[in-house]
């Protein structure tokens, strides 16, 4: 998955062992977290013909995701399963006290896992900023608590797994849950160059994998996303 998928990806890893990984993808607004994950996987699996997985969007609907991933060149894969929980959302739009949203995204798992087995390989939420706002808890503690079993639900299934959050500044904090529940951390950015600003990609840990630890530049070209660089700047914003 960290080879011979978004081209360039390569630059950055020297290995490729990412089964049962959690990841966490951080970023600012605007910086290609969701394009860059859906981007991801979709290579993943034509390169993998018997291999599906499921992409939770909490936030923007199928259709606009798509229409975003279209507009970059971005290709599809109908193995690639999108659950969108804006429809759901309005479903429970009359009782959202009693929607509880991190119950209703471990039920799919489950089910997808059932019906699919070891085909089922790869999951991503999109938001955790969106689900946290969903998750009905009385405390931050009974979150955090509720959030622990769901990785593990992830990592009991087989699953590699990206969890995309938006943030405000740099993402790896100690005082974030994720990053040390998390197997893998990867910022995206933006930064100056030479060039003016440009996106960026840094992949702070990697469990199992040697990496570079380097910002390299995101480009966006007529096949879609590409990574080049790293970028002879520092002058991050």
């Known amino acids: 998955m960290f080879q011979n998928t978004i081209?360039?990806?390569d630059r950055i890893f020297k290995t490729n062992d990412y089964e049962k990984l959690i990841i966490l993808v951080a970023g600012l607004p605007g910086t290609l977290k969701s394009?860059?994950?859906?981007?991801?996987?979709?290579?993943?699996?034509?390169?993998?013909?018997?291999?599906m997985g499921m992409y939770a969007t909490l936030?923007?609907?199928?259709?606009?995701?798509?229409?975003?991933t279209s507009h970059l060149n971005i290709p599809t894969c109908?193995?690639?399963?999108?659950?969108?929980?804006n429809r759901t959302r309005e479903m429970y739009?009359?009782?959202?006290?009693?929607a509880d949203f991190l119950d209703l995204t471990e039920?799919?798992?489950?089910?997808?896992?059932?019906?699919h087995g070891v085909k089922f390989v790869c999951f991503a939420l999109d938001s955790l900023n969106a689900l946290y706002t969903l998750i009905e808890t009385d405390s931050a503690q009974e979150r955090r608590k509720r959030m622990y079993y769901?990785?593990?639900?992830?990592?009991?299934?087989?699953?590699?797994s990206f969890l995309i959050k938006e943030v405000s500044h740099g993402p790896y904090s100690d005082k974030d849950d994720e990053n040390y529940l998390s197997d893998g951390v990867i910022e995206l950015g933006v930064?100056?160059?030479?060039?003016?600003?440009?996106?960026?990609?840094?992949?702070?840990?990697?469990r199992q994998n040697e990496h570079s630890m380097k910002r390299f530049i995101i480009d966006i070209d007529d096949n879609g996303l590409a990574i080049i660089g790293p970028s002879v700047d520092d002058r991050a914003l």
């Open 107 to 115: 039920r799919l798992i489950v089910s997808m896992k059932e019906e």
């Open 7 to 9: 081209r360039g990806l």
């Open 35 to 51: 394009s860059f994950i859906y981007n991801l996987m979709s290579l993943h699996l034509q390169n993998n013909p018997d291999y």
């Open 93 to 98: 739009k009359d009782e959202a006290e009693r």
């Open 59 to 68: 936030e923007q609907s199928k259709e606009s995701l798509l229409k975003n």
């Open 150 to 160: 769901f990785l593990k639900l992830l990592r009991d299934n087989d699953l590699v």
């Open 78 to 85: 109908d193995r690639l399963h999108i659950a969108d929980y």
């Open 191 to 206: 930064r100056e160059t030479m060039e003016g600003k440009k996106r960026y990609i840094e992949v702070l840990k990697m």
